[in-house]
């Protein structure tokens, strides 16, 4: 298997590359958020020739940027993404302007700025998209020199425009960028619920009239469950970097699952008992239904759920299995409702303790972790500051008409993975010659300063609506917007064929960098860094249970198990474009991803506390016989799909209160991945 330090060449099939790069990712186009892109767009530029300042187009493309990086969420996420966007950005400007004149100094900063920006990737898909923001605007400053005064005007404009983005996106306007994924997972939420509701009532029916309305229920049900996991794959495939909100989306649907099975289970239970003895399993399943709807009101009107409260009367007639389904529902209550508040970026209510395995990474740990040469992300970073850095030196030593336009596509082709690298050179250079040869023809039918500005709107539009479909028709529509700019700026004729010219520059450039600078071709390596992912956390448990364990010890195998989780994630990302699987075994090997960074925050936080609890907890997980041999197992089976399967059934510590109900939360997540791994390898 190789790692990232030893890197295995891939050989990508041409047809597989084309079939990738034309392909959409099944989300539909971003109406919305694309006239939003436009309005905020085009404001700035409307005011140039009332106010006589042309510097209001770095007005323009700070807005543009900022629209870019609101990638949904919780409004302080995004507002948090907006204002480092404006903090660096105004920098960027303020620096690249100044040391647009001189070679060494420049090219010493967009080294610097770009590999900073590009090794942002490991904060998620906000620092992803902050990151090529800030890059963008550096290159296009270190192309436009300024003495002092302009550049301070200039990092002004780009200010304001960010803040009128900021305020339009975030205030007047804000995007819901998880609309399809809140409907979907509602939609499954309402069906399970219907599910549950008939179950709570099922005595009322004759036995031929009740297993003929389950039939009519649990297709459905099941079917709807489904359709949500392929919503939410194609959202993920579509956005680049980790969200904590499709996270969280993903956790409700996966325990939307969970309870479809325990009421299956409850209802068979109840086939097997007199009817008098059933009060408690049908309370269960009522409760479930109430909680169920209470989750699917609270996604659809974004605000956290009210807690629904289950009755415990009448277990102790129950008998071992009968009893264990009804502290399951109660449990799968508990995390229904704690997983839809932490949707709306809120804690859970007060009767539900928040889980420690939903903290967030803390963002010095993420950067601290992957600050080494085995980490992907580190590599990649390194490859873009070197690769952006010679085509822009180059550009200016041929004297290429708008040179940054190639420096540009080489910042943006560049992919942590050769073939993703590949089928977006692809997109961009395809792109890039349609919309060259759309701006050709417009330009001629267009004339005056407002058709170009209704030209400028349109185009704007049509490219951010797309960019979640394809990049390629973003690049389509991105091309003629900046073409047109450049041209009415500039005076010039035509500038089509020197984009044409600097976008193919760029993207051989690209190539070869990714060929060349620290190549990693993992075509089939997301189940060796799956495997190694499962292996560190095996390690981390290991770590902190051990009495014998030091702390120097505990850091060393948190942060193995970060960078494994990082290669992995970045290892997903790349095999989507490379070939991307089925959308169930997309949302298998997600799930797998997530439930192993839910145990290892767990693992975490269970160590550093020294409560005689935290002590007792340790001590139990360490004597559980199947928390550790099941990673283990898992670990195998993921790296190799032939290997012997670990034994059924579920990993299960007993008691449900103290220390034990704290190793049950560590259980879970390992029946999570398993599940997710029997899903993927089965």
């Known amino acids: 298997m190789a790692s990232a330090s030893t890197p295995r060449r891939a050989r990508p099939d041409p047809r597989g590359v084309l079939r990738e790069a034309a392909a959409a990712t099944g989300a539909a186009p971003a109406l919305a958020q694309g006239l939003r892109a436009a309005l905020v767009t085009i404001g700035p530029l409307l005011l140039i020739p009332v106010l006589a300042r042309p510097e209001l187009s770095w007005a323009s493309l700070a807005g543009f940027g900022a629209t870019l990086c609101d990638k949904g969420g919780a409004y302080r996420t995004r507002a948090a993404a907006v204002a480092l966007y404006l903090a660096f950005g105004v920098a960027a400007v303020s620096l690249g302007s100044l040391a647009a004149p001189h070679l060494a100094p ?101 036995t031929d009239a009740w297993r003929d ?71 269960a399943a009522a409760s479930l239904s109430e909680a169920l709807a209470a989750v699917a009101e609270g996604l659809d009107r974004e605000r956290a759920p009210a807690h629904v409260a289950m009755p415990a009367e009448g277990e102790a007639e129950l008998g071992p299995r009968a009893a264990a389904l009804v502290r399951g529902a ?58 952006t850095t010679a085509v822009d030196v180059a550009a200016r030593a041929l004297h290429l008409q708008h040179g940054y336009w190639a420096t540009i596509t080489c910042l943006i082709t560049l992919q942590p993975q050769g073939t993703a690298t590949l089928a977006r050179a692809v997109q961009r250079v395809a792109g890039t010659v349609v919309g060259a040869g759309l701006a050709v023809a417009l330009g001629r039918w267009v004339h005056g300063a407002w058709g170009v500005m209704a030209l400028v709107f349109a185009t704007a539009a049509a490219c951010v609506s797309l960019l979640p479909m394809n990049y390629g028709l973003y690049a389509v529509f991105l091309t003629p917007t900046f073409v047109v700019l450049a041209e009415r700026s500039a005076g010039a004729v035509s500038l089509a064929p020197a984009r044409i010219l600097d976008t193919l520059f760029g993207a051989a450039a690209a190539l070869a960098g990714s060929a060349l600078v620290l190549p990693i071709s993992e075509r089939d390596q997301f189940a060796a860094q799956m495997s190694s992912a499962v292996k560190s956390a095996r390690a981390l448990l290991d770590a902190v249970t051990s009495p014998e364990s030091t702390d120097a010890g505990v850091r060393s195998a948190r942060a193995a198990l970060g960078v494994a989780l990082v290669n992995a994630d970045a290892s997903f990302q790349r095999l989507q474009t490379e070939a991307p699987p089925p959308a169930e075994e997309r949302e298998a090997m997600l ?92």
């Open 106 to 206: 420049s090219a010493a900063l967009l080294f610097a700025g770009v590999g900073l920006c590009a090794f942002a990737r490991v904060f998620g898909a906000e620092g992803t998209s902050v990151g090529l923001g800030v890059a963008t605007a550096l290159v296009v400053a270190l192309a436009n020199p300024a003495s002092p005064t302009e550049a301070g005007a200039r990092a002004g404009f780009f200010a304001l425009g960010t803040a009128w983005a900021a305020a339009f996106t975030l205030v007047l306007w804000p995007a819901r960028v998880f609309r399809p994924a809140r409907e979907a997972v509602g939609a499954a939420l309402a069906k399970v619920a219907a599910l549950a509701a008939a179950v709570s009532t099922a005595d009322d029916l004759g």
């Open 213 to 283: 309305r389950r039939r009519e229920l649990v297709g459905p049900a099941r079917e709807s469950i489904e359709a949500a996991r392929a919503v939410l794959a194609s959202l993920r495939r579509g956005r680049p970097g980790r969200s904590r909100r499709a996270e969280q989306i993903l956790v409700v649907l996966e325990t939307t699952d969970r309870v479809f099975g325990l009421l299956v289970a409850l209802d068979d239970v109840t086939d097997e008992r007199e009817d008098a003895s059933n009060g408690p399993l049908r309370a």
């Open 330 to 387: 109660r449990e799968a209550v508990g995390d229904l409702v704690s997983a839809a508040a932490a949707v709306e970026g809120d804690d859970a209510p007060e009767a539900v303790a928040p889980s420690e395995m939903d903290a967030p990474p803390s963002p010095m740990d993420a950067a601290r972790e992957n600050l080494s040469m085995e980490s992907v992300v580190a590599r990649y970073a390194l490859r873009v500051a070197v690769c």
């Open 591 to 682: 799930a797998l991803l997530l439930y192993t960074r839910r145990l290892a925050s767990g693992l975490v936080a269970l160590g550093y506390e020294t409560t005689r609890e935290a002590r007792e907890a340790r001590a139990i997980a360490r004597a559980h016989p199947g928390l550790g041999p099941r990673l283990d197992a898992m670990a195998l089976r993921i790296a190799d799909p032939g290997a012997e399967a670990e034994p059924e059934g579920e990993v299960t510590v007993g008691e449900a209160t103290g220390a034990y109900a704290r190793v049950e939360r560590l259980a879970r997540q390992v029946e999570m991945q398993r599940a997710a791994v029997q899903r993927w390898r089965g």
